[in-house]
């Protein structure tokens, strides 16, 4: 397992044809710790997903460092793995070919296909080897990519929205799946939701990012017992307190899209 440190980092977009030159956010730190769950929170725009692709090497920083372990990230890295909001897996090939795809670039053919078929039990595929991803449920799809992701080994997971444009029923579902999955592994995990609660449920730190130029506004440490009981009154607090400096957060969004017209 690996640990994460984000050092004063700062991410300005240069002339884009509707605001010229922007600054995302600046001057974000924050470490993160070998076998820690962080959630990045935050309204729309705020930089969640940047940053992640910046600790991911898919982008870089206009200032500052991200190290993973000793090593400073410079781009791409077997020691990371990325989960997106859409799967993006190859139609043309079946659930058990998705994950052995990559692995048969680093292992013999028989040793990936085990492994896979390792990942793909951990997360309750196992049925469905030979199926092709349009016989597939969109939850389905994500616990492919999940697998997917796990089977490469890397030490830090990295997951942007994953879960963002399932139903409620298989939402709730694959919370318990990626709790288990985590539990199990130990791999840092950092997860990237605009939903406080799915926050609340999966982390042990809260990081919650703040508007355009952004950075971070508050870090919530999450100190309820694991399974979460989302009636019980730590719960409950927790998510109000959370809520209550979002909506400010988004207000300013609102604000800035709309004007002084706005009103919540």
């Given at each position: ?53 910046i600790i991911a090497g898919l982008d870089k920083a206009t200032k500052g460092t991200i190290y993973v372990g000793d090593h400073l990230v410079n781009g791409p890295g077997s020691d990371r793995g990325v989960v997106f909001q859409e799967a993006a897996l190859m139609p ?36 469905f080897l030979d199926s092709y991803p349009y016989e597939l449920s969109g939850g389905m799809k994500q616990r492919v990519s999940i697998a997917r992701a796990l089977a490469m080994d890397p030490d830090i997971l990295l997951m942007d929205e994953p879960f963002g444009a ?99």
């Amino acid at each position: 397992m690996q640990s994460v440190s984000i050092k004063n980092v700062e991410k300005t977009f240069s002339n884009t044809k509707e605001l010229g030159s922007f600054t995302v956010f600046d001057d974000i730190s924050l470490n993160i710790q070998e076998g820690e769950f962080v959630s990045l929170l935050g309204p729309s725009g705020c930089g969640k997903s940047t940053l992640l692709n910046i600790i991911a090497g898919l982008d870089k920083a206009t200032k500052g460092t991200i190290y993973v372990g000793d090593h400073l990230v410079n781009g791409p890295g077997s020691d990371r793995g990325v989960v997106f909001q859409e799967a993006a897996l190859m139609p043309w090939l079946t659930v058990l070919d998705n994950v052995t795809f990559a692995l048969k670039k680093k292992l013999p053919k028989q040793e990936a296909k085990k492994r896979a078929e390792e990942y793909l039990k951990l997360v309750h595929l196992s049925r469905f080897l030979d199926s092709y991803p349009y016989e597939l449920s969109g939850g389905m799809k994500q616990r492919v990519s999940i697998a997917r992701a796990l089977a490469m080994d890397p030490d830090i997971l990295l997951m942007d929205e994953p879960f963002g444009a399932l139903d409620e029923q298989t939402r709730s579902m694959l919370h318990k799946e990626l709790h288990d999955i985590w539990e199990k592994t130990q791999k840092t995990i950092i997860f990237v939701t605009h939903n406080i609660r799915e926050s609340i449920l999966l982390s042990d730190r809260i990081v919650l990012m703040g508007t355009r130029p952004g950075g971070i506004r508050e870090v919530y440490p999450v100190s309820l017992d694991r399974p979460r009981d989302t009636s019980s009154t730590g719960f409950i607090q927790l998510e109000k307190e959370i809520n209550s400096v979002l909506a400010k957060e988004i207000d300013k969004v609102m604000k800035e899209e709309i004007g002084d017209g706005y009103s919540r």
